[in-house]
Structure formats: C-alpha cells, structure tokens
C-alpha cells in the first residue's frame, strides 16, 4: 500500500487484551527486520502472482524470517506502508506493515495466513477517501471501505495473533489482506475509476524498482 492521505478513525468496544501490541520499539523492530533484508522489485498488476490466492504459510521456520526480512526492505524501498508477498513475487499469505493510524500512532508488523472479521452493522462505518497501491504505481482513486478493521492470524512463530486498526490503518489492513487473496483495490472499483487508475499508471514513472510483466 501506497503513503495516502488519513481517512477517519472510529473507537471500538474490544477489549485490549485481545489485541496485539504493535506500536511499541516500532523504529528499532523495522530497523532490524530491515537491515536483516535485500530490497526486492515490485510485481505490478498483470503479474499472475497477484491475481490469484496465495498458498497459506505452513513453515514458520528461518525461510519466513528471512522472507519477511526482505519484505520490510522492499516496503522502505519503495516507501510503502504495507507489503503483502505476492507484491515481490512470493506465492505466500504474509504481508507486513510500517503504517500511521488517524491519531498519528506508528503500527509495525507481520501477519501471516490473515482473515478479516466481519463488521458488526454499529461498526460499519464506511471511508472513501483516496487509496494507492505499490503495484499500480502512480494511481489514486477513491474507493470506500470501513474505517475500522480486525485482522486474525498468526506471528512468525505461527502463534495465533488478532490486529485491529482504525481510519488509514484500518485501510491498510483491508487492503494487504485482499492483495494475499488475489484482489487489488482496483478490482473493487468501478470499470470507469479501473480504467482512469490504469491510464495514471501509464502514464507515469514509477519511483521504485518493478518487475516488467512479459
């Protein structure tokens, strides 16, 4: 996910416990997984990769450590906020996060084999402000989804983790975990808004490192 404007945030009756804790050491814990990675290119939208479901991580071994090393590298490269896998080629449900929320709080993270809880209606509360991807580079369009989001899955160690996040971390959450089940955000917007993000995408120079599509 591309750096965007901040979108609304919305308080949530969850209990903490819950939750993981993902705002604390958040510079050294990205500083670590970082200088630990090699920066890799960008898929961008055609690549078959991210057009389809991402296997599940069944290895929580020193592969998807390294993995996730390189990630957090390729995210800073690109000056992302969010990386899923298959945006460097890599055909395994896990993203990672380096992402502000609304109240300027810094996220830091990784989840892996990520599911999305459904909203009860008295959190549905719906967002459409502008949203980017750093595999259609350049293009912006706004696309409405919830403000608030919970995320379930497991940590690097395959233990099982919940993630919840409001306003722009909210988006962000939604929209790495889309990316691992072979959906960009351009697929959920209008064929008129998809066409006009495609064009901007075509019409500019990506910043960072891409994969050319064949």
């Known amino acids: 996910m591309s750096q965007q404007q901040e979108t609304r945030s919305q308080d949530a009756a969850d209990g903490p416990d819950e939750f993981i804790v993902d705002t604390e050491d958040c510079a050294a814990r990205e500083e670590a997984h970082r200088l630990r990675g090699t920066a890799r290119p960008i898929t961008v939208v055609g690549n078959p990769v991210?057009?389809?479901?991402?296997?599940?991580?069944?290895?929580?071994?020193?592969?998807?450590?390294?993995?996730?090393?390189?990630?957090?590298?390729s995210q800073r490269a690109a000056e992302g906020v969010g990386l899923a896998a298959n945006q460097i080629g890599v055909d395994l449900k896990v993203f990672?996060?380096?992402?502000?929320?609304?109240?300027?709080?810094?996220?830091?993270?990784?989840?892996?084999?990520?599911?999305?809880?459904?909203?009860?209606?008295?959190l549905r509360r719906l967002d459409d402000s502008n949203?980017?991807?750093?595999?259609?580079?350049?293009?912006?369009?706004?696309?409405?989804?919830?403000?608030?989001?919970?995320?379930?899955g497991q940590?690097?160690?395959?233990?099982?983790?919940?993630?919840?996040?409001?306003g722009y971390f909210a988006r962000c959450l939604q929209h790495e975990t889309d990316h691992l089940y072979g959906r960009l955000y351009i697929d959920r917007l209008s064929k008129r808004d998809r066409k006009d993000a495609l064009r901007q995408m075509a019409e500019g120079t990506p910043r960072y490192e891409t994969v050319p599509n064949d």
């Open 96 to 122: 990672v996060y380096d992402c502000p929320d609304d109240e300027g709080a810094r996220h830091v993270g990784v989840v892996c084999n990520p599911v999305l809880d459904e909203l009860p209606a008295e």
């Open 50 to 73: 991210l057009h389809r479901e991402c296997r599940d991580v069944t290895d929580f071994g020193p592969e998807l450590a390294a993995l996730v090393d390189d990630m957090f590298a």
């Open 155 to 166: 940590d690097l160690e395959g233990k099982p983790i919940a993630v919840r996040g409001t």
């Open 131 to 152: 949203e980017g991807c750093l595999s259609v580079p350049g293009a912006y369009a706004e696309l409405a989804r919830p403000d608030y989001a919970v995320v379930r």
